[in-house]
T-cell receptor, first 113, second 112 residues
């Protein structure tokens, strides 16, 4: 059973460009979580999604950030008009239910020049 | 005050030592307690997961939860160089979904 997959693993963008981060959960998992990790800091919750629904986006910045988890295909975290402060590692996790443990992907490291 | 406090270290120990890693928290609503291990530039890997106060053992790892003191610990016995990593504590609130609140992580180095 393949683990959580994220791509790209590394992404370089210039200020003002858009970043799209993809997450394919483990087979059978319909719950997806996105976290952001700044250098030397722990992971910070951003958003929780189930198929076609955003359940909790309380950790997402109000502007420029959006997330989706369509019926078919991976979950997408989209950052518009990136700024240098968006440089971080973005991790996706999935679980089969709301009370099961979360399994993390390898992360996408975003660098904004 | 952060919801979860964790000493960032770094912590350096000789091979074979017993390692103690700790977190404190302020929110009494936390019901789930986890320890993740993260190697450099990798994703977090779940080590231990517990719901209740007390001890839980898995091989060389023991997780301890004291809800009355809002304090959790991870003990690593017979530490190995391969244990060198950052250890993250994480907590969740029951009743809906498992949004995790992480500590900052403790960097551990086990030297031969």
């Amino acid at each position: 059973n393949a683990g959580v997959m994220q791509n790209p693993r590394h992404l370089v963008r210039r200020r003002g460009q858009e970043a799209r981060l993809r997450c394919s959960p483990m087979k059978g998992h319909s719950h997806v979580y996105w976290y952001r990790q700044l250098p030397e800091e722990g992971l910070k919750f951003m958003v929780y999604l189930q198929k076609e629904n955003i359940i909790d986006e309380s950790g997402m910045p109000k502007e420029r950030f959006s997330a989706e988890f369509p019926k078919e295909g991976p979950s997408i975290l989209r950052i518009q008009q990136v700024v240098r402060g968006d440089s971080a590692a973005y991790f996706c996790a999935s679980s089969p239910s709301t009370t099961d443990t979360q399994y993390f992907g390898p992360g996408t490291r975003l660098t904004v020049l | 005050q952060k919801e979860v406090e964790q000493d960032p270290g770094p912590l350096s120990v000789p091979e074979g030592a017993i390692v103690s890693l700790n977190c404190t928290y302020s929110n009494s609503a936390f019901q789930y307690f986890m320890w993740y291990r993260q190697y450099s530039r990798k994703g977090p890997e779940l080590l231990m997961y517990t719901y209740s106060s007390g001890n839980k053992e898995d091989g060389r790892f023991t997780a301890q939860v004291d809800k009355s003191s809002k304090y959790i610990s991870l003990f690593i016995r017979d530490s190995q160089p391969s244990d060198s990593a950052t250890y993250l504590c994480a907590m969740g609130i029951s009743g809906g979904y498992n949004k995790l609140i992480f500590g900052a992580g403790t960097r551990l180095a086990v030297h031969p």
